[in-house]
């Protein structure tokens, strides 16, 4: 079983940087698929970026792309999500997923970590 524990959120101004760390254990993650969602009031959880773990390819949304940066640190088994250029439309929980190649869902989640841009 999965277990993933996010961290590093918090209050930032538009234009700022954050980092968020995932913490991951109970499996071997080779054959996995590591990703970032958020959801913001009101609306439904949205794709954020994910990483196969191996070879460490990655994608991300377009909302996202050349502001954030997926990756992970295989021997501490760390999922990082680098957000920089924050604007107040990135103000969401942020929630890191895993799920196994194979699969079309995403089956594991952590609890998420809350992350605030002002203006």
């Known amino acids: 079983q999965v277990q993933l524990v996010e961290s590093g959120g918090g209050l930032v101004q538009a234009g700022g940087s954050l980092r968020l760390s995932c913490a991951a254990s109970?499996?071997?993650?080779?054959?996995?698929?590591m990703a970032w969602f958020r959801q913001a009031p009101g609306k439904e959880r949205e794709f954020v970026a994910h990483?196969?773990?191996?070879?460490?390819?990655?994608v991300y949304a377009d909302s996202v792309k050349g502001r954030f940066t997926i990756s992970r640190d295989i021997r501490s088994r760390t999922i990082y999500l680098q957000m920089n250029m924050l604007k107040p439309e990135d103000t969401a929980i942020y929630y890191c997923?895993?799920?196994?190649?194979?699969?079309?869902?995403?089956?594991?989640w952590g609890q998420g970590t809350q992350v605030t841009v002002s203006s």
């Open positions: 997923a895993a799920r196994q190649f194979y699969r079309e869902t995403y089956d594991s």
């Open positions: 990483i196969r773990w191996s070879p460490g390819t990655t």
């Open positions: 109970g499996r071997t993650f080779a054959n996995y698929y």
